[in-house]
């Protein structure tokens, strides 16, 4: 069965690294590598350098900004592979993380995996999904879950085509969206807490524009998915908590301990980075509500 990893790029010099990372791979389990580049020619020295990738040119249409989930749609229409294997620029897979993330679908137990992503600085999003952290806790990691990013993820061929591959109307969480399609259809997403793959998420401003962005992907989601909105409470608290939050701040004009509300979420992040969790939930809540606005406008035009 022949395995093909994909990447895309926009600008990020990064890209470099992961290629760099991938090459012991290439003699294992992996065929080959396709990177999908929208940079309009800026990274064609990192291409010249690794010759041994299959390349291919983006131009995104006028007036286009992100353009993820097109590229990934040509990625995997450019790839030869049974088996699609997605990260992203600037990660580092640590040791066997590619026969780990394979081997349920390799076997034939499974359709699709997720592994775990961790970070070369300190981020609130260093080990989502930890599954080394969950058993030290005591906590048994999940089999199985509704959704997953393609920052480290596999399926087959015919998942993807099953689901119609990615939602190019959205710019960020086309991911997300791909994944509750798959298991809409019934496919499960396998975890797999030992595969892992190492990122450089950015300094706090880029963190921040990420949650922003995150945020407005998340309200977008829902929107095509109503039928998660019932169980989003339980699921999803964030996504209603803090826009509700924001929206309720002129009542600190009346209530001065009104922004106090926000000690709960910091007690409850307490082990993890809890200012920086709550300040990245506020601008995740900012692009809730701006989505959220833009779609009013757009209504009322």
Known sequence: MKVSIVVISKDEPALADTLDSLVPLLDEA????VVVDASGGQLDFIRDQHEWVAWVPFTPRPGAGVTIPEQRNLGVAEASGDVIVFTDCGCVPEPDWLPRLLAPILDG????TCGRTG???????????????MIEQGIAPPDHVEECPTINMAF???AFDQVGGFDESFQYGSDIDFSWRLTRAGLRIRYLPDAVVVHDWGDRRRQTRRALAYGKAR???YRKHPDR??????????VAAYPLFLLGLPLS?????????LAIPLWRNRGSQPVRVVVDHLWFGVGVLSELGTVARRAVA
């Open 30 to 33: 992996l065929d080959e590598v």
């Open 109 to 112: 137990r499974e359709s699709v």
């Open 119 to 133: 970070s070369l600085g300190r981020s609130i999003y260093d080990g989502a999904l930890d599954g080394a952290a």
């Open 156 to 158: 087959r061929r015919e």
């Open 219 to 221: 309200a977008h989601l």
């Open 229 to 238: 909105l019932m169980g989003m409470l339980r699921d999803d608290p964030i």
């Open 253 to 261: 004009l009346k209530w001065r301990a009104y922004p106090l509300l």
